[in-house]
């Protein structure tokens, strides 16, 4: 049975700063855009692959402290950011890849998510960029 | 330009820090991550105000 367990030491680097001490949650997903190539004669939609789009989503605790959170992101908005996902702290191989997008873009930074009695946590997305991934 | 580590979550503090491809340099000394050597250099210039007068 395969199956991918996630306790407590998936890595996360943001601007090659590890980030991931502050991270509870990281999704990284690999899109390639589709493009439709349907013609006459035709009695079902076809697509093929146009660029690829692929995305970064990371939540994050919000730490206003040296070096946190806000330290890491504050001047990376706006900017093309290399950010990479390991799912262990282990050392990078074909069973513990490293996905790496370089050039991605960080469009927003939460400032705030404030509720009462809760703790501040913000979702930062990283678009594009080039896909790649290690495994040694 | 030289840079040292100022953040464990950058790597060991005080060894000198090597920028790959593609990284903010301008992000890490604002949040504090790395700092720049250069500035011994300018305490290097010498100041001609000393004992001028």
Redesign the interface.
């Known amino acids: 049975m395969a199956t991918s367990t996630y306790l407590s030491n998936p890595v996360v680097t943001i601007?090659?700063?590890?980030?991931s001490d502050q991270c509870t949650s990281a999704v990284f997903t690999r899109m390639i855009e589709s493009l439709e190539s349907t013609a006459f004669g035709q009695t079902n939609r076809s697509y093929v692959g146009g660029l690829e789009n692929s995305t970064l989503t990371v939540t994050m605790y919000n730490s206003f402290a040296?070096?946190e959170t806000y330290?890491?992101l504050?001047?990376?908005v706006g900017?093309?950011?290399?950010v990479k996902v390991k799912p262990t702290s282990a050392a990078t191989s074909a069973t513990n890849p490293e996905s790496t997008l370089?050039?991605s873009y960080m469009e927003s930074l939460p400032i705030v998510n404030g509720q009462l009695g809760a703790l501040d946590t913000i979702d930062i997305t990283f678009t594009g960029g080039a896909y790649s991934v290690a495994i040694a | 330009m030289a840079y040292v580590i100022?953040?464990p979550?950058?790597g060991t503090v005080g060894d000198t820090y090597e920028?790959?491809?593609?990284?903010?340099i301008?992000?890490?000394i604002?949040?504090?991550?790395i700092k720049s050597t250069s500035k011994s250099t300018k305490s290097d210039k010498p100041s001609k105000d000393t004992n001028e007068e």
Do not use: C, H, I, Y
């Open positions: 601007n090659a700063v590890d980030m040296a070096t330290a890491t504050k001047a990376l900017t093309q950011v290399t370089t050039a | 100022a953040s979550r950058l920028p790959a491809d593609g990284v903010n301008e992000a890490l604002e949040g504090g991550f």
